[in-house]
């Protein structure tokens, strides 16, 4: 059976994934100062936190078009294809994995399978790695790679320190609206992914005291155990902190997995320059 992986923009994945032939990216778009933007074709992170500063009205994400979606999806059928996974940001984020799921029964010439990773970045870019890997097996079935990442996805966990709240705040992606008062008490709330939403989780008075209450809890208070996982340490525009966090990490556990990488434009317009994350997800193969 052959089978296509489509994600999105916001996934990060490692290079070698990158080459795979059947991996199928659509970008999300941008809206500057009502000028439009594709992540990852014409805005990246390079310069994008200069530009988010210098604009006069702050940023909005979209949806990519479901029009040229399902575009692809019959380009994918032409080609051959059996079936597609698509595996996209979390539906607390965005509504795009949702409206996949009212219309892609709307083509019959190829299966299409929408998948909600109720996260972003790095472990759903592990989603989709495991899925590319799956895939290179004539003999699996789309049903098998799904219940794959099924568990995946239910002990995949994601953490956040935002270094402003305004962000999240008023692109409307922070779910309870106590979090507010983190910017009156000049607070760094660690905020988490909760059943694909952004909660605030814990309230923390300094951003070294929050990165190592994080630490602690992605290395000892989670499901997935730490042997058994893939670590990202993701930035916005602060690599510097990032490496800390990392190497923090690995002193605490030598043996783990951990990668190091970038929220894109996207989910950095939503949170802000200089936020730190930490995503935790069972390596699956």
Same mark, same amino acid.
Do not use: W
């Given at each position: 059976? =052959?089978?296509a992986?489509?994600? &999105?923009?916001?996934?990060f994945?490692?290079?070698d994934? !990158?080459?795979?032939?059947?991996l199928?990216?659509?970008?999300?778009p941008l809206i500057?100062?009502?000028?439009?933007?594709q992540?990852?074709?014409?805005?990246?992170?390079?310069?994008f936190?200069d530009?988010?500063?210098?604009?006069?009205e702050f #940023?909005k994400t979209?949806q990519? *078009?479901?029009?040229?979606v399902?575009e692809l999806?019959n380009?994918?059928?032409?080609e051959g294809?059996?079936a597609?996974?698509?595996? +996209?940001l979390?539906s607390?984020?965005?509504?795009?994995v949702?409206?996949?799921?009212?219309?892609?029964?709307?083509i019959?010439?190829i299966?299409i399978f929408?998948?909600d990773?109720l996260i972003?970045?790095g #472990?759903?870019?592990?989603?989709?790695?495991?899925?590319?890997?799956?895939s290179?097996?004539?003999?699996?079935?789309?049903?098998?790679? @799904?219940a794959?990442?099924?568990v995946?996805?239910?002990k995949?966990? /994601?953490y %956040?320190v *935002?270094?402003? @709240?305004n962000h999240?705040?008023?692109?409307?992606r922070?779910?309870n609206g106590q979090?507010?008062?983190?910017?009156?008490?000049k %607070? !760094?709330?660690?905020?988490k992914?909760q059943?694909g939403?952004i909660?605030l989780?814990e309230?923390i008075?300094?951003q =070294?005291k929050?990165?190592?209450?994080l630490? &602690?809890? *992605?290395?000892t208070?989670i #499901?997935s155990?730490p042997?058994?996982s893939?670590f990202y340490?993701? +930035?916005?525009?602060?690599?510097?902190t990032a !490496?800390?966090?990392? &190497?923090?990490?690995?002193?605490?556990d030598p043996?783990?997995d *951990?990668h190091?990488?970038e929220?894109?434009p996207?989910?950095g317009? +939503?949170?802000?320059?200089?936020s730190?994350?930490? /995503?935790?997800? #069972? !390596?699956?193969l």
């Amino acid at each position: 059976m =052959k089978i296509a992986i489509v994600t &999105d923009s916001t996934a990060f994945l490692r290079d070698d994934f !990158k080459q795979y032939e059947n991996l199928f990216i659509i970008p999300v778009p941008l809206i500057i100062d009502d000028k439009v933007y594709q992540e990852g074709i014409d805005i990246t992170t390079d310069g994008f936190y200069d530009t988010l500063k210098q604009a006069e009205e702050f #940023p909005k994400t979209s949806q990519p *078009v479901i029009g040229e979606v399902l575009e692809l999806y019959n380009k994918l059928a032409e080609e051959g294809y059996d079936a597609v996974i698509s595996i +996209h940001l979390s539906s607390g984020i965005s509504g795009f994995v949702t409206n996949l799921n009212s219309l892609s029964n709307q083509i019959d010439t190829i299966q299409i399978f929408p998948f909600d990773s109720l996260i972003t970045s790095g #472990p759903m870019g592990k989603m989709v790695e495991v899925a590319l890997e799956m895939s290179q097996n004539p003999d699996v079935t789309p049903e098998e790679i @799904l219940a794959r990442l099924d568990v995946m996805r239910e002990k995949v966990e /994601g953490y %956040i320190v *935002v270094d402003d @709240l305004n962000h999240l705040v008023r692109g409307g992606r922070l779910r309870n609206g106590q979090a507010i008062i983190g910017t009156l008490l000049k %607070i !760094k709330p660690i905020l988490k992914f909760q059943d694909g939403d952004i909660i605030l989780s814990e309230k923390i008075r300094s951003q =070294k005291k929050a990165l190592s209450r994080l630490e &602690d809890i *992605v290395l000892t208070e989670i #499901p997935s155990q730490p042997k058994d996982s893939t670590f990202y340490v993701i +930035h916005c525009n602060n690599e510097e902190t990032a !490496k800390k966090v990392r &190497d923090d990490l690995l002193k605490k556990d030598p043996t783990i997995d *951990v990668h190091l990488c970038e929220f894109g434009p996207v989910i950095g317009t +939503h949170l802000g320059d200089k936020s730190i994350g930490i /995503g935790v997800i #069972p !390596k699956g193969l």
